[in-house]
Antibody, heavy 118, light 107 residues
Framework: QVNLLQSGAALVKPGASVKLSCKAS????????IHWVKQSHGKSLEWIGY????????NYNEKFKSKATLTVDKSTNTAYMELSRLTSEDSATYYC???????????WGQGVMVTVSS | DIRMTQSPASLSASLGETVNIECLAS??????LAWYQQKPGKSPQLLIY???SLQNGVPSRFSGSGSGTQYSLKINSLQSEDVATYFC?????????FGGGTKLELK
């Protein structure tokens, strides 16, 4: 069965960067796009972008183009999102959902909380 | 960007009651709409896709309808396990966008 296991919670200082991981299992890693979604505390969801694990092609929400960098490591079936120049606005829970059959998010990682604080 | 406006923002209902949640898109999204349920501390789970198709394993008391710019999620015979926040999301265009969420509580 499809499983997306995300890295543990992160506490990072303002101005620093953090790299989040999403390890996929239960399917062929290169078959489906991996997306990233941000949820600020108690608020709605924002789509950050996606990566095609087969080609490495990425598509970003304009809002996050200078904030997030998406990569994959096909040898370990892991997707990564690096967030740079962190501020308190980046404190949130980040999810990695998949689109498999259609263009909707049918599988989700458990989420990872990032706290930006000095 | 396509703006998704969800209403109400919060809702209180009794067990066994029927609940409706609305989602209005800022432009025609041609039924490219999904509904998700999120329980506290958990990731969102897909309920409905293509506006009215029930995801495998989702109870039949959940249903979706709508077209064009107006969509709705209906929960028949509300159960205690339905207490959650519900989000709509369009996938007709990039960037993908979500509604603001509807928090459903028991009365």
């Amino acid at each position: 069965q499809v499983n997306l296991l995300q890295s543990g919670a992160a506490l990072v200082k303002p101005g620093a960067s953090v790299k989040l991981s999403c390890k996929a299992s239960g399917y062929t890693f290169t078959d489906y796009y991996i997306h990233w979604v941000k949820q600020s505390h108690g608020k709605s969801l924002e789509w950050i972008g996606y990566i095609n694990p087969n080609s490495g092609y990425t598509n970003y929400n304009e809002k996050f183009k200078s904030k997030a960098t998406l990569t994959v490591d096909k040898s370990t079936n892991t997707a990564y999102m690096e967030l740079s120049r962190l501020t308190s606005e980046d404190s949130a829970t980040y999810y990695c959902p998949l689109t498999t059959v259609g263009y909707y998010f049918d599988y989700w990682g458990q989420g990872v909380m990032v706290t930006v604080s000095s | 960007d396509i703006r998704m406006t969800q209403s109400p923002a919060s809702l209180s209902a009794s067990l066994g009651e029927t609940v409706n949640i609305e989602c209005l898109a800022s432009e025609d999204i041609y039924s490219d709409l999904a509904w998700y349920q999120q329980k506290p501390g958990k990731s969102p789970q897909l309920l409905i896709y293509n506006a009215n198709s029930l995801q495998n394993g989702v109870p039949s008391r959940f249903s979706g309808s709508g077209s064009g710019t107006q969509y709705s999620l209906k929960i028949n015979s509300l159960q205690s396990e339905d207490v959650a926040t519900y989000f709509c999301q369009q996938y007709n265009n990039y960037p993908r966008t979500f509604g603001g969420g509807t928090k459903l509580e028991l009365k």
